[in-house]
């Protein structure tokens, strides 16, 4: 906008201000200035558009990702310049983070067809203590669904004094769905930055 102006400007300033300009009747001179201005209006918004529409497109791209919606991709407007180059390069963002989540999705699929059929009770619990993921050994083992037991406290659960103490060791205890002696082992990891054992 700002580097049109003193061309803008010159080409009215020779419409005014030239000797054939004086020869033609004013009304001849608003109408040429009114085309000029016109003109560089137009274009101005055209340019403006051209740059506007590709920018939308990144912004709602970049908010769909945010979003968690691997979905969809930015069309390349041309070759060789920036534009493209940005959109080449989202679209390949777009490509691995999708293939990261479809990665992820099949080894959670996986570990949860493992935890189904191991035989060993597996409880997760977070900093809280409170139960975040069990098996159906674990849900065997308490005579409870995993729908009922879920974000129960381990004290209410009576699994308070597994968490604490050395790992491994052996203990008898009784449970809703067996007794016996049980070998207890625990671990922690992190989930999302968040302690978990």
Not at 67 to 87: F, K
Not at 154 to 166: H, N
């Amino acid at each position: 906008l700002f580097m049109s102006i003193p061309s803008v400007a010159c080409l009215l300033g020779v419409v005014w201000t030239a000797d054939w300009a004086s020869r033609l009747p004013s009304t001849a001179a608003i109408m040429m200035t009114a085309i000029i201005v016109g003109l560089w209006a137009a274009l101005m918004r055209a340019l403006q558009k051209v740059i506007n529409r590709p920018l939308h497109t990144f912004s709602n791209l970049i908010a769909a990702l945010r979003q968690g919606d691997y979905s969809i991709g930015a069309r390349s407007l041309g070759e060789g310049d920036a534009m493209s180059e940005v959109t080449a390069e989202l679209n390949s963002l777009v490509a691995m983070l999708r293939e990261e989540r479809l990665g992820a999705l099949e080894a959670t699929a996986l570990l949860q067809a493992v935890m189904a059929e191991i035989d060993v009770s597996i409880f997760t619990f977070d900093e809280d203590r409170r139960l975040r993921l069990v098996n159906r050994s674990g849900e065997r083992l308490l005579e409870r669904p995993k729908e009922r037991i879920l974000s129960a406290h381990a004290d209410e659960l009576g699994l308070v004094d597994f968490l604490d103490g050395a790992s491994p060791r052996t203990e008898q205890q009784d449970f809703p769905g067996a007794s016996g002696r049980w070998r207890i082992s625990h671990t922690f990891f992190r989930e999302k930055g968040m302690p978990h054992q």
